[in-house]
């Protein structure tokens, strides 16, 4: 056991985590070099194409040392706020982090975020200053606010590029040398934490587990702590480039288990692995549920698919624990599930992951925070969709969730960040000058302002030099009504929203123009209405389709013709019907798309 | 019964509303006849049946000079027989119809000229950046009869931007007064990269209405049949004995051969092919021996489909007897679940379904919910 290290690497987004962990890899030549590609570890489809890190992924590698062979295992973690619970949970697996920072951008909001969770756990810190090889790189500015932030020595920095390989040698022997190897005693009762999981359609469910204590073995019957379910230990291993096999894994290391586990809901991540003879005496502390920003309706398009949507979104939940749902129906889409994210891009990810892996066509309908509100007979209701919202009449008062923001950018932008904020009802509470031209502002901001557009909006007019993280401060009073959207003078509740007040004509206008554009003319006029109560604010009308054909079908034209129009039935397949309108399934997220 | 097409990739200038192959540098011209006739000679054993019709479309096949077209036919004679040939059409612009080039194109054994007149007006002339003018575009017609053309067709462009009712009107009344045996007339279509398709996102030209373009198809399909044209198909109006047998026979599903960069073909059972569209690519790939056409085999539900498409935009419908027995039921079924508002736009006919010609401007719609699920 003094031989392993248990690791994780944590950064800001994009400050190279998945880079420079492809050259631990190389270095350690735990990947082959035809297999070795840019962000190795970013293995699903969605990684790769938005170039971003989505899933917290362990990988073990062996390295020698002063003729001293070590197993190394190493968590690459997303950067992305809407994934910290990836890192917690990859935290909670290890004794230590390298806390990345690029040192052309310097320290961001995430930086100091995931350094936090670390220390929460007593992690050794390794410092390490990436993208060393780039012009831009300011080093001495840069290993300043790490000293600053971390207390540590300006000589335990460790200098490195993912691009040139640049300080790999020196940051994998500081690893040995000051990551602690774990403490556990491999003949006590098993007792292994459950960090992740995924489920596999031909091998069921596969759990990632650290082992604190205690020894697995192949075909050892094993329980869950909290669901108390006996299994037998089909297939242990641990996790290289590919899943490998062994007999036995011992207390500080890092494996899966794979035990005929078919249901989603037999297994929690969090939970504690040990023998169902001689189990352990207590469980080690799981992980805290997340607490959703963010709440939307997933739907099938075909309402008959409820079920399978359901099953996926078990199997879905298995791999990704920050999402929650439950069921609710909706008068214009039937059957589907109230959800909660993490923030927008979490929301997104989710409907392109049921989509791609589990092949589901679903609506996602607008996102909301979840409010409270009084009703004049002086009940609180939660409010996480705008059909609870209570009728006005019965309506008292509305509360609605508040952050602190804390937004760090160049001192060249804070008039720009400042109008942002004051835009979407943001209160400036404090301002500090971390260096000559680096500013931390602080604002109370509605949460419903900023899960929407509001990070890119920051990114675009600090031209990326802003970084931002929030908290949750409580909630305030807020003057919020429901607007209803109304198809050929049908309200269609998976359309409606809850809004301020005085956005309401304004953001009416602006819906039904949306709509307008996304919905496609059909053989009939199209009426769009936005409405407040028994008010109409805003109307718009799509015409009916009075042409809609190609004027030229010769030699060359057949076959392309027949495949667009083949592919226009397939789009036609995924809209969702309504009375008889045919609405895209973007248009429930019209409200988002407002520019 | 096979037909054979020759891709002719050069034009005097673009058109700004052209998305097809072609190009205005003529540098490639000769190299690309070469390549075009060298690849006559490498596939004339593909149709082993004496051709009927042959087509000269493109780009412009009017552009090419006496020497480039005599090489053509020598290399189309060498490779087939053309003695069974009955319409042989070339696509001319008006302002090349020369007194020598339409002799020329007269004593090659081209007998049916498809002229591309769009508008008789100069300014939509301009609009298009067509090489012509309405004067070219008067007599033009009038010039092929004198060098004895029995046979001609025009095109004409109607939902072009700036155009009023009557103008589109008087464009109509013009083309019927020359008397042509046939008349193709195609809605303007902006397609993507082209430089219409920028003048409109830079807001320089506006699309005209839907409610518009509507009008003036049905203004023009109630002025042709009172002038004895039969509308047998989306686009294409002819007097009774004068239908167009080449572009037919696409639509029928019959056996075509292209030649030349871009050109498709069709075995008329199952193979479609098409030819590299670049000009220079295709030099390059035929005369060095390699691959210069890729091609796909259509399964029996994209042969279907493709009746379904081809059927429903002409006079004719298609014919449910010809599909698989399951196709059949499942196009059946697909009409039955239709709208009330589209299924009011097709007939049914015994085994014969088409598109009632006043709303062919929804042959699309129809289209795709009639076809098959592939
Ligand atoms: N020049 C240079 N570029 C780097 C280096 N490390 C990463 N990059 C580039 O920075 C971008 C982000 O790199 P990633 O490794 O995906 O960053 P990440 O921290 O894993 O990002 P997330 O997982 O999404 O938070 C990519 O375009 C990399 O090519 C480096 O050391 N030098
Ligand atoms: S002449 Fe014909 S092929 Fe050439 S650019 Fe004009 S429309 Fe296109
Ligand atoms: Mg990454």
Redesign the pocket.
Known sequence: MKHIRNFCII????????????RLLQVTGTVSERDLK??TL?DMDIERER???IKSHAIQMDYKLNGEQYVLNLI?????VDFSYEVSRAIAACEGALL?V?ATQGIEAQTISNLYLAMEHDHVIIPVL?????PSAMPEEVKDQMVELLGCERDEIIS?????GEGVDALLAAIIDRIPAPKGDPNAPLQALIFDSVFNPFRGVIAYFRIMNGTLREKDLVKFYYTNKKYISEEIGVLRMKPEKKKEISAGNVGYIISGIKQAKEIKVGDTLTHFEKPCSEAIDGFENVKPMVFAGIFPVETDDFEELRDAMDKLQLNDASLTFEPESSAALGFGFRCGFLGMLHMEIVQERLEREFDMTVITTVPNVSYFATTTDQQRLVVNNPSDFPDPSRLESVEEPFINAQIITKSDYVGSVMNLCIEKRGALKNQVYLTSDRVEMSFEMPLAEIVFDFYDRLKSISKGYASFDYHPIGYHVSNLVKMDILLNGDQVDALSALIHKDNAFHLGKKICLKLKELIPRQQFEIAIQAGIGAKIVARETVKALRKDVTAKCYGGDISRKRKLLEKQKKGKKKMKQIGNVEIPQQAFLAVLKLD | MAGIYIHIPFCKQACTYCDFHFSTNQKLRKPVIDALCLEIEMRQSEINEAPSTLYFGGGSPSILDSQQLNQIFRSLSNAFDLSALEEVTLESNPDDHTEEKLNLWKSLGINRLSIGIQSFIDRDLSLMNRAHNAKDAELCVQKAREAGFEKVTIDLIYGIPNQSEEEWKSNIQRAIDLNPEHISAYCLTVEEKTALYHQMEKGEISEKDDEVIEQEYLTLQCMLSESGYVHYEISNFGKPEHLATHNANYWKGLAYIGFGPSAHSFDGANKRSWNISNNAQYIKAVNSGGQFLDEEILRPEDRSNEQIMTGLRRSTGFDLDQFPKEHALMVQQNINAMDDQLKACIWQNESHVGIHPEKWLLADAVIREIMIDS
């Not at chain 1, 950064?11 to 492809?22: C, E, Q, V």
């Not at chain 1, 990436?130 to 780039?134: S, V």
């Open positions: 950064a800001h987004i994009d400050h190279g985590k998945s880079t420079l962990a492809d840019e962000q970013d170039g971003i890190t690459d973690t997303p950067g992305h990345l690029d990436n993208k060393m090889d780039l490195a590029s993912g691009k040139t």
